[in-house]
């Protein structure tokens, strides 16, 4: 399978190509193209993961030649595939899930008139995602970034006819571009130290580049984080990431889940031994992994959109793989595994957001919802998983993957200095927030009184809550198995983390252990979450909750507002620039233009003065003459003399 693996890109970006240019022709078969497609990778990425597994742990990296790209001189780039543990962790979560969510789709979008367009968009986005995570080098990562980006950018403005979700489209992709910025900078500086672009030539001499100019490596470091916070939704460009739930549901499960959000942790990851090499790049990852994630789980406390709080958790989470990320090699493995658990439990947990939109007739609001578990039992149930995993309660995923992290926060700087204590509380506060917002969406949802009727009433919305059709409850159940045992299955005995070994520490590990004993980590963290999970219980499960979102304090009214980041972005980028741009046209204008035009205008005067000099008449060409002869006698005459 590793032979053919180029045909898990080849197969999804051939049946969107067809799905675009067949048309109307494909609308009765166009979305069975598109889920078949997306399975058939994963068919090959399984084939090609089992081929790998026979490998022994240092031959677990394997190059494949696709074709000689770039030629210029005696810089030669190919484009070619990189087959190792990171690339194929990321194929399966990718094609797997992925899968699930076209399954999901047939039965969604329905009654949508476009559902092949919105297939094909599904493969495009597969496809990109597939090239940016099998790539061998950056420029071919590049590609699919872009291709991840464009993706984006087409399913959150799907339905462009309403101008807020068209809005909400340009917004992340304008945001993506100044993650481009990043990329393409940390390019040129690779280019200009390496001399190429491929992983071979970056990390063989990074160490070396390390010691030599480690300026230069804090540089490439940097760009290569700034590119990662911008298609991960970091601090501080995260503001795309709540507008991006214009999109249709699946859409925002493919993102937050399986593909684009996770591609700026890939980038930290695949690039580690850059930033071992440049350890004040790497100190900035934990920081802005850290800011994210408490920026994050505040967010998601005040939100009524049930959307718009996975949302926030997504970024909540990406959070912490993040600033697992920034911990270096230890934390290396642990970022990834997180990203894997996360991408089970939060695919799972949008697809019951769209389960129970579905049955509510496309309402987002909590406050209409409640007691939901009584009519809706397959969703209740398979959401709760992802809710237990998501809160890190074992033996669900997420205790196996977000409480190593924490295990490791606390070891930060080989448990000297400020970093444990700092990057331990805040991962220790982050899971009791979390326990607390995803407590609260999952209360108010499921539990409490009823805030919907079926019958006439003026004081309660009139919906008629069902449970949704097979095709979108098989995926929630396989999504929730995985919620429950993944974690399990990976973590015990680090099988996860010594499969990753060949890629993210190929020298060996030497792991230092935490400032507090790691038992007393877990129990504290327990602690911390039945805390959170319990007052959320108290306030919007055991109490009523008003339909109508009381007033609040000054935190819950920032929060509501994403803590202000739209109005800091106006007012620190986009209003100096409009400062800025009305500035240089009114230069142009007045002064570049008007300068020439003026000088042109004086050219014209002078032109029309000298014309009426040319009358035609004899005696005017003779007084003209005399005057001009007596002008050069006097001027004779004066040097004469």
Partial sequence: MI?????????????????LLAGRRSDSWGHWLGTIASGASFVIGAGALFAIMGKPAGERIVDRHLFDWIKAGDFSLEAGLRIDTLSLTFVILVTFVGTLIHIYSVAYMESDKDRRRFFAYLNLFIASMLILVLANSYL????????????????????NHNPEYAVAAKKAFIMNRVADVGMILALGAMFATFGGVDFATVHGGAGAMGQANEGMMTFIGLMLLLAACGKSAQFPLQAWLGDAMAGPTPVSALIHAATMVTAGVYLIVRSGVVFTAAPTALLVVAIVGAITLLFGAIVG?????????LAASTMSQIGYM???AGLGPIGYAFAIFHLLTHGFFKAGMFLGA???????????????????????????????????????????SGFWSKDKIIEAAFAANDGIGWQPWVFGIVTLVGAGITAFYMSRL???TFHGKARWTNNDSKHLVKRNPHESPALMVWPMIILAVGSAFLGLVLGLGNVFTNWLAPVTHP????????????????????????????LAWRQYGANQVPTTAPTGSALTRAARRDLYQDEVNEALFMEPGQHLTRTLVFADKKAVDGGFMGLGRLAGSLGIGLQKLQNGYVRSYATLMLAGLVILLIVVFAIWN
């Fill in 3 to 19: 032979d053919i693996s180029w045909l898990l890109i080849a197969i999804p970006l051939v049946s969107a190509a067809i799905l």
């Fill in 140 to 159: 071919l990562l590049f590609v699919g970034w872009e291709g991840v980006g464009l993706a984006s950018y087409l399913l959150i403005g799907f339905w």
């Fill in 301 to 309: 406390c005040a939100k009524d959109d049930i959307k718009k709080v």
């Fill in 322 to 324: 993040m600033l697992a």
């Fill in 354 to 396: 769209g389960s129970v939109m579905h049955g509510m007739n496309d309402d987002v609001n909590m406050r209409n919802y409640g007691a939901l578990n009584k009519v809706m039992k397959i969703t209740w149930i398979t959401f709760g998983f992802g809710w237990l995993a998501i809160l890190g309660i074992p033996p669900f």
């Fill in 442 to 444: 999952f209360f108010m």
């Fill in 507 to 534: 020298d060996g590990l030497q792991e230092h252990a935490p400032v507090l004993p790691v038992p007393v980590l877990i129990a504290l963290t327990l602690i911390v979450v039945l805390l959170g999970a319990g």
